[in-house]
């Protein structure tokens, strides 16, 4: 392992926004992904044809965030092993890794091409819409080998400690995506069937080439065929990983049932609050990056042993992410309604959206160290109190007060917005009781005690 991507010794700081860097760019390129298809569509395809690629892709999402859910797993057994300097260890969770989701990607592959329809019902795809949305999903399915495939490499690449390589594979998707979606929609005119396609196509190219050129790098670790099977490894990722995954299930479906409380509000209300949502979605760029980046970091110098600097990595995290989080909430907080106007020119939507963000505004900051704390427990493979705290944040704060905040006779958007801080509050402070706990009974002073 290289000094760069050591995270046991050297400056704190420079290391994590070294790794952090990249991780964030990735993310803000993952998040214009997703928005092309629908930019393009809705320029060159049917108003149908933007309806069935919304509703699509979150029937797709979810399979891809359960997916990134499992793989969180990957990477921090990967980074204790790194921080016990064990590579045949972690060779051997990479090919554990690899029957799995291969064995997944079969799995998923039959079950979206076989329930796509009743997918598309449940998820209420207007009529018109609904075979567009069937299609989407079909092809989707078809290749979500290529999608589990990117989330595991990069998993694989974060777990040793690099970050550089998920952003250029991501960077590349992006670009193949561009340029097919423009290809394959507005000179073909295949419109939803093109996006698909162009997605596919996109996530493809990004997993052969960067298997061509992590086949030309130097591999940290010990990598045979004989580990590409069901070895003991799968049983620790996965029990790792599955809480994670799990809270992302729960957390998009808490989101839908957010979208539908706003939607008995009206038309102006429910456009506000998409739009709102796709500003959200940047302003939470941050700190996710910051978790993926927590998490690998802790995990080095847990294996390490080294207890004190991890806990000094948390801290640090902290800082940085309120700092950057400080400036983004006196933003949307003050000028919401610029942002918003960058996705609509109805003024009543706009309002909407402003009012939202000012409610939500808070969010950017006390996110920063909700996140840091996850990303710290992620690291010490404490991902079932990690999944009950998301659970109870959502069920017991955030879902409550947005229903509260929406059934009032003058409702809200600010107020339904307030919820989303409400609830991380309610986070930060079960997650500080279950530090001073795990402080005072010496846990993580032993990485063999982490599992």
Sequence with gaps: ????????????VLKLLQFMIPI????????????????????????????????????????????????MGVTVVMGQYMGEKKPEKVGQVVGGAIWLFLVLACVIAAAMLVFARPLAVLMQAPQEALDLTVLYVRICGGGIFFIIAYNVISSISRGIGDSKMPLIFVGIACVVNILGDLLFIAVFKWNVAGAALATVMAQAVSVLLSILIIRRRRSPFDMKKEYIRCNPEIKRFIRVGTPIAFQEILTQLSFLALCAFINRLGLDASSGYGVANKIVSFVMLVP????QSMASFVAQNVGAGQEKRARRAMVTGMCIGCGIGIFITILSFARGDLLAAVFSSDRAVIARAAGYLKGFAP?????????????????????????????????????????????????????????????????????????IKMSREGAGMDSSQMG
């Design 288 to 291: 996710g990056a910051l978790m």
């Design 24 to 71: 964030l760019g990735a993310l803000i390129l993952q998040a214009m992904y997703g928005a092309v298809d629908i930019l393009v569509v809705g320029r060159f395809g049917t108003t149908a044809g933007i309806s069935g690629v919304s509703t699509g892709s979150s029937i797709v999402n979810l399979v891809t965030f359960t997916i990134t859910g499992l793989t």
């Design 363 to 435: 969010e950017a900051v006390v996110t920063a160290v909700l996140f840091s704390f996850i990303g710290y427990y992620n690291g010490h493979s404490k991902t079932m109190f990690v999944m009950l705290q998301g659970i109870a944040q959502t069920f017991l704060v955030r879902l409550p007060m947005s229903y509260l905040m929406s059934i009032q006779p003058s409702a809200s958007l600010t107020m339904i917005g307030l919820a989303a801080p409400c609830a991380t509050v309610f986070g930060i402070v079960l997650n500080l009781l279950y530090f």
């Design 1 to 12: 392992m290289g000094d760069r991507n050591d995270f046991t010794k050297g400056s704190i």
